[in-house]
């Protein structure tokens, strides 16, 4: 069964309706899959010229906010090298051949936690920065997950998966115990969805 498909709420207009002109683009590093860097000649809207805009091109990606039935948020505890220390992170990686971005979810849900669920909640596309782009980040709520298989992911650093209560997750975005920026961004939306959706419960 595929996944749902992520609305690109963050992503902005497409380049076909800027005013900023890509006169030329040439690659000047190429490792695939894994990276490209671009120069690109940019001609902007009052007529200056740009030279040496650089833009980065990597894999697109998900990452999933995972909720139990009975109200934890699921985390990997693991070493990650980009901020040079073990961290918390929200399942996540990157969409592989022809996957969509919910089937991707699903698959690195179950491979990094052996949990799955029955409501999916599709909250976003985000562009991860605003000048080079460096992928795209789609943004899912996974609510009701259970336990259903043990871990089979094959990352890089060993992990462990670890419980918290939903209603501490603010405080570990606070401790700083979530480095990365894409988790932190994805736990954000996860809340603030959550918040909504109880507001709008009768009774609650």
Same mark, same amino acid.
């Given at each position: 069964?595929?996944?749902p498909?992520a609305?690109v709420?963050?992503?902005?207009d497409?380049?076909?309706?800027?005013d900023?002109?890509?006169e030329?683009t040439?690659s000047?590093?190429?490792?695939e899959p894994?990276i490209?860097?671009f120069?690109?000649h940019i001609r902007?809207?009052?007529g200056?010229?740009?030279?040496?805009?650089?833009s980065?091109?990597?894999?697109?990606?998900?990452?999933v906010?995972?909720v139990?039935?009975?109200? @934890?948020?699921v985390l990997?505890? %693991?070493?990650?090298?980009?901020p040079?220390?073990?961290?918390? !992170?929200? +399942? $996540?990686?990157?969409i592989e051949g022809?996957e969509?971005p919910?089937?991707?979810?699903?698959?690195?849900?179950?491979?990094?936690?052996?949990?799955?669920?029955?409501?999916w909640s599709?909250l976003g596309?985000y562009v991860?920065?605003?000048? @080079?782009r460096?992928?795209l980040? %789609?943004v899912?709520?996974?609510?009701?997950?259970?336990?259903? !298989?043990? +871990? $089979?992911?094959?990352?890089l650093a060993?992990?462990?998966v670890?419980?918290?209560?939903?209603e501490?997750?603010?405080?570990?975005l606070?401790r700083g115990?979530?480095?990365?920026l894409?988790?932190a961004a994805g736990?954000?939306l996860a809340l603030?969805?959550i918040?909504?959706?109880?507001?709008?419960?009768?009774?609650?």
């Open positions: 069964m595929k996944g498909t609305p709420i963050g992503s902005g497409p380049a076909s309706r800027s900023w002109v890509v030329s040439t000047i590093l190429r490792r894994w490209e860097v120069e690109e902007l809207p009052d200056r010229l740009v030279d040496d805009f650089y980065i091109r990597l894999p697109d990606f998900v990452v906010a995972p139990t039935e009975d109200g @934890r948020l990997v505890r %693991h070493y990650r090298h980009g040079r220390r073990v961290t918390h !992170s929200l +399942p $996540s990686g990157f022809a969509s919910g089937e991707a979810a699903k698959r690195e849900l179950l491979e990094e936690t052996g949990y799955a669920a029955g409501e599709a596309s991860v920065d605003g000048n @080079r460096c992928g980040e %789609h899912f709520l996974a609510t009701g997950v259970r336990r259903v !298989s043990e +871990p $089979s992911s094959a990352d060993e992990s462990t670890e419980l918290i209560k939903l501490e997750a603010t405080e570990t606070r115990d979530i480095s990365e894409a988790s736990l954000s603030l969805k918040s909504e959706s109880t507001k709008s419960t009768p009774g609650a």
